[in-house]
């Protein structure tokens, strides 16, 4: 019925073009129903295509957004000097030493620098009574917990006479307790813990923050600088110096600041290479941003693979519709219907099975996105971008693999069509 309907509109003097659209939406969607099963294997590749897409863009968007966050917390104003290789004569000499002296030299003499605190780390045996655990003890000065934005959750920070004083008390991560007897970390507070041998006295512990990548300050002991290199690791040198600049707008001035008070702390003459590395969170940002983009484009490129195979299902499917339809085809011809009213038909069916293909792959990739963060705990974020762009390209694979057949049909004549067995 629905044939005929369409044959009548293209017939019918004046008909207008709506009415025809309308008309071969409706055999298109009347075909799909009328052959269920041919249809919805042919839009597998389409549904699975568009699923994939869906479901790696979510992976590849959530692992961004989680790091954005996570370098977030450290702090947007925040710089990190490493020591970087040392020179004489031409040639390397390893690699340089930052000291405590050198975060003093910092702290002197700032304009656009507004806190400096050195950190000296290294693993050492931690004991609470019969409970012991390998862990990361980070010296350094108390103003490190407010330039990486860490928060109190119970107990208190050491102070500045603390630190100079070489004071053996510490400030656990908030996930320390557990490795130590499966005990919480607030549970500690006013303890006594041995680190390394030496006995300490617990005062505070650390909100919760997060893993940073390779570390994790949930599981670190945090303990005065001078404690850590005098009475604990032996060492005057410091991993790097965390620089807080006044502002966000006056990081490239506290750089300049920076190199300029180290040059001078290590006698480096002008035009000599720098012995140290100066990096900030927003270069680091940048860098990891640009990395998860390119292996989300690269996912997404994978699961594009499928979408275009499913395309040339569709466009094979659409051939076998065109010679099974052609006196169909012939009998719209001899009622009036043009080469264009023809080809406009054949196109709107394959866009229409894309695009229902679209809207399943759709639902696929979303339940599958979901069950990702619920099952296997990643995390993943689906963008509104991301779906209109997964379905506008489902769209596309439907005319651009519909041409051809659609090509096909209108090109043949009435009468061949007709006589067509």
Not at 178 to 191: M, P, R, T, Y
Not at 254 to 282: C, K, S, T, W, Y
Request: net charge negative; proline share 3%.
């Amino acid at each position: 019925m629905a044939v005929v309907a369409v044959v009548a509109a293209v017939a019918a003097p004046g008909g207008n073009a709506a009415m025809i659209i309308f008309e071969i939406l409706w055999v298109a969607l009347d075909a799909i129903v009328a052959n269920k099963l041919r249809s919805l294997l042919t839009m597998l590749g389409v549904v699975i295509g568009i699923a994939a897409v869906i479901t790696m863009v979510a992976l590849g968007e959530g692992a961004q957004r989680s790091v954005e966050a996570r370098l977030k917390t450290l702090g947007a104003n925040v710089l990190t000097v490493r020591p970087g290789q040392s020179f004489a004569g031409g040639l390397g000499r390893g690699q340089a030493a930052l000291t405590a002296e050198d975060a003093e030299a910092l702290r002197e003499a700032p304009q656009y620098i507004q806190a400096v605190s050195p950190e000296l780390e290294g693993r050492v045996q931690i004991e609470n009574g019969a409970s012991n655990a390998n862990m990361s003890i980070v010296g350094v000065w108390p103003t490190y917990f407010s330039v990486n934005n860490y928060q109190l959750s119970d107990g208190r920070l050491f102070t500045e006479a603390e630190e100079r004083g070489r004071r053996r008390i510490a400030v656990l991560g908030a996930l320390v307790g557990s490795q130590l007897g499966g005990v919480s970390s607030e549970s500690l507070v006013g303890k006594t813990i041995r680190i390394g041998g030496v006995p300490f006295e617990v005062i505070g512990v650390l909100t919760e923050k997060g893993s940073q990548g390779f570390s994790n300050p949930d599981e670190s002991l945090y303990i005065p600088l001078a404690t850590a290199q005098f009475r604990v690791m032996g060492s005057d040198r410091v991993r790097s110096i965390a620089v807080q600049a006044t502002s966000e707008d006056t990081m490239d001035d506290a750089m300049v600041e920076i190199d300029q008070v180290l040059r001078r702390q290590h006698r480096l003459r002008p035009g000599q290479d720098a012995d140290f590395n100066i990096r900030d969170q927003a270069s680091l940002l940048s860098t990891v941003q640009e990395t998860t983009q390119t292996f989300t484009l690269l996912l997404a490129g994978i699961a594009a693979i499928s979408l275009l195979v499913g395309g040339i299902g569709i466009m094979n499917i659409m051939l076998v519709s065109v010679t099974e339809r052609t006196r169909e085809i012939g009998l719209r011809k001899a009622l009036g219907a043009r080469p264009n009213d023809i080809m406009l038909q054949f196109l709107i069916e394959s866009l229409v099975l894309c695009l229902v293909g679209g809207g399943l792959g759709l639902l696929l990739g979303l339940g599958g996105s979901y069950a990702l963060q619920q099952l296997a705990g990643w995390q993943t974020a689906v963008a509104p971008e991301s779906v209109v762009l997964a379905f506008v390209f489902s769209g596309g694979v439907g005319v651009f693999f519909g041409i051809w057949p659609a090509r096909r049909a209108a090109s043949l004549t009435p009468i061949e069509s007709l006589r067509y067995e």
